[in-house]
């Protein structure tokens, strides 16, 4: 009876384990279109920008080359656009053109697993965020008399906000040259993303909900494994209310950010944004909300373009 149940027992794990690693290689590997989502942004069309690129690269942890467009401007401040998930790339290069009629310079970021960057599978936020400390890093020495603004999307906006909530972020001075951080439709954490995307099943059924909840447990480990962080410590929630005491030791050193988040998003709640915005100190810290009702999971731009880009440079200037 005892061997009969440890059978069952080990089969149950395995189907768990080979379901996680279909899922996870699913999600995350490079050119998965699992959470792609330029097909569900309304009125999107590819921007092929009327600009000359220049290419740099950078070496992050484990010898990976990432690769990054630089579009020179004609203002001292330089945007660092921040792609999030597979095809997300894309929709960077619409607002990209609005930032350069407009004179600023563009520093187009490709993530690991994306673009013409190194990796098999993609950052998953986490590892996102200490590339993108590399390349501010970066920046503030090529370009040392230039500011940056920071502007990121999914992926990339929640990346971008363990970055600017890192120890080493303030430990650095890298705050002294940034001027303002735009996160267009992040994540709380990562596990509250599965927990939401998985939550629709277990409204059909009992089993349905465990086996799901399951595989997310399972994936989180292999998450762990592969080098990268349990799901429940890529969030950019927990970043902000750490980050919070670095504020208060390193003084002068907050930052404004924007979060902007459509009402229509289905990948991302745009409670969320609400969320985060409140770890962030809220309008005291001079943060401002831009939610976007008709605006599906990062497509706030191509829902209303003047508008998104009116908030942005508004906040900008005040920021």
């Not at 740099?56 to 945007?79: D, M, N, R």
């Not at 993108?132 to 971008?160: M, Q, T």
């Not at 099943?201 to 989180?220: D, E, I, N, V």
């Amino acid at each position: 009876m005892i061997y009969f149940t440890f059978l069952a027992a080990a089969g149950i794990l395995l189907v768990f384990f080979s379901s996680a690693l279909f899922l996870f290689r699913s999600y995350f590997s490079r050119n998965s279109s699992f959470f792609a989502y330029t097909k569900y942004i309304e009125d999107f069309k590819q921007c092929d920008l009327d600009f000359v690129a220049e290419e740099h690269t950078i070496f992050c942890s484990g010898g990976k080359l990432l690769k990054a467009e630089y579009y020179p401007g004609s203002f001292p401040q330089i945007v660092l656009l921040v792609p999030g998930y597979a095809d997300s790339l894309n929709t960077l290069y619409g607002p990209a053109s609005e930032y350069l009629r407009q004179g600023f310079g563009v520093f187009i970021v490709h993530p690991q697993g994306v673009g013409k960057s190194d990796g098999k599978y993609y950052g998953l936020g986490c590892k996102d965020s200490k590339a993108l400390l590399l390349w501010l890093k970066y920046l503030s020495i090529s370009f040392p008399e230039n500011r940056f603004i920071l502007h990121g999307f999914s992926f990339g906006a929640s990346a971008l906000l363990m970055c600017i909530s890192s120890r080493s972020f303030y430990k650095s001075g890298l705050f002294k040259k940034v001027e303002a951080v735009i996160v267009d439709s992040p994540y709380s954490s990562l596990s509250k993303l599965f927990s939401d995307y998985y939550g629709n099943f277990t409204k059909k059924s009992r089993f349905q909900g465990l086996y799901f909840k399951g595989l997310a447990h399972c994936m989180s480990f292999l998450s762990f494994l592969s080098g990268r962080h349990f799901f429940m410590n890529n969030s950019p929630l927990m970043a902000l209310r750490k980050g919070n005491s670095y504020i208060k030791k390193f003084k002068g050193s907050s930052v404004p950010i924007l979060f902007a988040h459509g009402k229509k998003d289905s990948i991302c709640r745009y409670e969320m944004s609400n969320e985060l915005f409140e770890a962030a100190g809220g309008e005291e810290r001079g943060n401002k909300k831009a939610l976007y009702s008709e605006a599906s999971h990062g497509g706030a731009f191509y829902s209303s373009p003047e508008t998104y880009m009116k908030s942005i440079f508004c906040f900008i200037n005040k920021g």
